[in-house]
């Protein structure tokens, strides 16, 4: 009675959300204990199955790595038994070659002793092994390779005295050898990744000691891991994740193995003053190959398995739950049992909802009953409210869409409020106007300016950027062969096009000059590609030009071509100019350079040339050839011009071989070996009579060769025009 006096006394609206929300308690009350009760259950199973695959990943490891851990021993107790001799190498490498064919994970044999004498069975991608034998012994000391086809038949052996090819590798330096002779039994080095595989890997070994105890060697294995991250793809967990880490938490597998290792951010390696003895074919397929390095955990950037390892060290358990990103998990840390060797862990992380998310499907299912009659009670509110909030949500979008200056999608909002229809207009006014003033401005600068609250002045920043210019050939002469509206609505196809590749590579038009562009990369907003960007967009705009020169030839229109020179390197960038007027802009001795580049290619007869602050930060993206090193016109420093001809994955054979042989014309002509030099430019001129490049060195080489320039010679050549 009372409860019923109590609905009587409210508004109609009120008592039906009294009773609405009464109704909700009772249905979630009965969901809950229902869930509850059923979820220790489903959890109490999830961690029998967690278990279980723990185990399966535990045996696949121990099998896979089993071979290598006993292969070393037994090669350690046959040469300590005298049955092999570290003398004599060649007896131990028919044994060593069929271990690495019967075994498809192990890549390499290892057998070094204290002296630096070396065995090296190494199989390659393709299937063949190679032997590399180091005997420093010997006089003189000398390395050899044994080079086998894929059915096993030498097919070469070389041998090298030369003692910078016997110092390049001293295996008593490296960490399998070091470890196990610590450790006086079996060591695993650390996780690292098989250059010519492409695949992370790890070095078993064990040492060799005399009856005595004294150290006599070193026996590795190497260990390709990546068929454990096959494994583990195929491993089932649902929505879950497996992985195997060391103790350092760097990833030994994973199951998308690209995700194990990652491109080295780490300076390469100086050149060694002569060039590795290695006469064997790689045979990785002709595929180019990167300096990669193994990935540690927090790098793969997965929330969930950074936050399990993050619970991990602060609770100091092995199997939890947590939650990350609202979403609860179970996880798993097991460590390899001792006998099989490698220090690993291996990690299972599974959404807690893979196992109790049918509980959760099936109080859905019950709480529908009481989200219909909610939801009839609320829908006449929200007939009428939308009518007046959805335009205004809608209108709030596009004024922030305005603010981050995207101008493109159109202002679609018709309603019969009147002040809305008005507001909407507006900012349709608004944005038209805004898209006109897109086509003077940078977008970039503008949006930046927005984000700011900045207004704009006058003053700049120095910056590093990457600054083109681009120019037309002879563009003087066709001017005054057509009608200047003709030429205009050429010119601007043209800019249009030019300026569309520029922008489609993150780059900055900073102003059209004549038949010229300007633009840079690295401003507004920092771009560590921007030498990238601005070459794949320098040889878009050569594919672009030559598209359109071929459709204005067939309409009998003059053709265009472009000259374009990059530079990077440090400018003033801002705005000068006025008050009142001002233009955002790039100033300095590097723009100054890329416009003299631009300039050179008249000189040249090139059409990209690029400096040397350019050419270092994309020597690995890019073919190149090398031009000419230069002293421009009012500065006292030389500089290195390279030519960019293409992309290194897209660029013809043809092409790089005919820039190889570019390279080694170009350093012969450097040391002032004319013949050689002039040899090697005439053959590239005889194969193309119209290279103007070879042409000029062809005439360089004679001419110096009839009056020698001297031992002060730097090669420099004076770049007088602008």
């Not at 630096?116 to 032997?131: A, C, Q, R, S, V």
């Not at 897109?438 to 927005?450: D, F, G």
């Amino acid at each position: 009675c009372a409860l019923s006096a109590a609905f009587h006394s409210l508004p109609t609206r009120r008592s039906s959300d009294l009773f609405v929300f009464l109704l909700v308690v009772c249905v979630l009350s009965i969901m809950v204990a229902n869930h509850f009760q059923n979820r220790r259950a489903v959890l109490s199973q999830a961690e029998r199955l967690l278990d279980q695959a723990t185990r399966t990943v535990i045996a696949k490891v121990g099998h896979y790595l089993s071979p290598a851990a006993n292969l070393v021993q037994m090669t350690s107790r046959l040469c300590d038994q005298g049955t092999f001799s570290l003398d004599s190498p060649e007896e131990l490498e028919p044994l060593t070659i069929e271990v690495l064919r019967s075994y498809p994970q192990l890549t390499m044999y290892n057998v070094a002793d204290k002296h630096g004498n070396f065995l090296m069975p190494k199989e390659f991608p393709d299937g063949h092994i190679d032997t590399k034998f180091i005997r420093r012994t010997d006089n003189p000391p000398s390395v050899t390779w044994k080079c086998r086809d894929r059915s096993g038949n030498v097919v070469n052996v070389a041998t090298s005295t030369q003692l910078e090819h016997v110092e390049q590798y001293d295996p008593r330096g490296r960490p399998w050898y070091k470890g196990a002779r610590d450790a006086d039994g079996s060591f695993w080095t650390d996780i690292y990744v098989l250059f010519t595989d492409q695949k992370p890997g790890v070095i078993a070994s064990y040492p060799i000691r005399s009856a005595d105890g004294e150290l006599e060697g070193v026996v590795g294995l190497d260990i390709e891991l990546g068929q454990l991250s096959e494994f583990l793809q195929q491993l089932e967990l649902g929505n879950g994740i497996a992985l195997i880490v060391n103790d350092s938490n760097t990833l030994v597998a994973f199951p998308d193995a690209s995700r194990v290792v990652k491109p080295s951010d780490e300076p390469p390696p100086s050149k060694p003053a002569i060039a590795p003895f290695d006469p064997c074919p790689a045979g990785v397929g002709g595929k180019p190959l990167e300096r990669l390095k193994a990935v540690q955990v927090e790098e793969l950037g997965i929330d969930a398995v950074s936050a399990a390892f993050r619970q991990r060290k602060i609770g100091k358990v092995d199997q939890f739950s947590f939650e990350s990103r609202g979403q609860k998990f179970l996880a798993s840390f097991t460590r390899l049992p001792q006998e099989v060797g490698a220090p690993w862990t291996v990690v299972l992380i599974v959404p807690e909802d893979d196992f109790v998310g049918y509980l959760k499907r099936a109080n859905q299912t019950s709480a529908i009953i009481g989200i219909v009659i909610l939801c009839f009670a609320v829908l006449c509110a929200r007939v009428l409210s939308n009518g007046i909030s959805q335009p205004i949500i809608i209108l709030a979008g596009q004024i922030k869409r305005l603010k981050d200056f995207q101008l493109d999608q159109p202002v679609g909002v018709k309603s019969r409020i009147h002040e809305i229809q008005s507001m909407s207009d507006a900012i349709s006014t608004m944005q038209t106007g805004l898209r006109a003033f897109n086509k003077y401005v940078p977008a970039t600068l503008v949006r930046e300016l927005i984000h700011t609250g900045e207004e704009a002045r006058i003053g700049g920043q120095p910056r590093q950027l990457t600054i083109m210019f681009t120019d037309i050939a002879d563009f003087t002469t066709i001017s005054e062969a057509i009608g200047s509206e003709d030429l205009f609505v050429q010119l601007s196809e043209y800019f249009d096009r030019l300026t569309q590749a520029i922008q489609k590579h993150s780059g900055t038009v900073d102003k059209f000059i004549g038949d010229s562009i300007m633009a840079f990369w690295g401003a507004p907003h920092h771009n560590d590609r921007q030498a990238i960007d601005a070459c794949r967009a320098a040889l878009m705009c050569r594919d672009v030009s030559e598209e359109l020169n071929r459709q204005w030839l067939e309409q009998g229109k003059p053709a265009f071509q472009t000259r374009i020179g990059l530079h990077s390197g440090e400018a003033i960038v801002g705005n000068v100019g006025s008050n009142e007027r001002m233009n955002y802009t790039a100033m300095g001795d590097s723009t100054n350079l890329a416009s003299r580049l631009e300039g050179a290619n008249k000189v040249y007869g090139t059409q990209i040339l690029v400096s040397d602050a350019t050419f270092r930060q994309v020597t690995d993206e890019f073919i190149f050839r090398p031009v000419d090193i230069v002293r421009v016109k009012g500065k006292q420093q030389a500089i290195g011009v390279h030519e960019l001809l293409g992309d290194q994955k897209r660029t013809d054979k043809d092409v790089v071989d005919r820039c190889a042989r570019f390279v080694v014309a170009f350093e012969a002509y450097r040391v002032q070996d004319w013949k050689k030099a002039a040899s090697v430019y005439e053959e590239l001129l005889a194969s193309c009579p119209d290279d103007s490049l070879a042409q000029i060195y062809v005439q360089r080489c004679r001419l110096h060769a009839a009056a020698p320039p001297g031992p002060n010679w730097d090669g420099v050549f004076e770049l007088e025009t602008k």
